[in-house]
């Protein structure tokens, strides 16, 4: 597996200003992931990332992607893919084969299950 730069810390917290455009900045890797705040029982993460990650999939959560800038490519085990630009959002529902591409630098929000394997089961 590739070394993705995956942060599980809760880096902020709550009642706690999170200055996004500064995050996005401050990360240097092609693939970096972390973890902003805990809402409840999910877990929203910044991702800052350009290649592509593994297939895998999620049996028992859900995941949703908000891309702020940039375009990510979601392949759907079976042939779809969806392409999702600028403020765009997606869901995938659990159990279901995916993998995520970014063929230039992309930002995104991700929000899931706190329990989550970023990796995948």
Not at 12 to 26: M, R
Not at 31 to 60: M, P, S
Not at 93 to 101: F, G, K, L, S, Y
Request: proline share 4%.
């Amino acid at each position: 597996m590739p070394d993705y730069k995956i942060h599980l810390d809760d880096k902020y917290g709550q009642s706690t200003l999170i200055d996004i455009p500064a995050e996005i900045a401050a990360a240097g890797e092609d693939w970096f992931n972390q973890t902003l705040t805990t809402v409840n029982d999910a877990v929203v993460r910044l991702g800052v990332i350009q290649g592509e990650f593994h297939w895998h999939k999620h049996v028992d959560e859900d995941e949703f992607f908000l891309v702020l800038d940039g375009q990510l490519l979601i392949d759907i085990d079976g042939g779809e893919t969806v392409t999702l630009e600028r403020h765009h959002g997606y869901t995938v529902p659990r159990n279901v084969i995916h993998r995520t591409r970014a063929p230039r630098r992309t930002a995104l929000l991700m929000v899931e299950s706190a329990g989550v394997v970023p990796t995948g089961d």
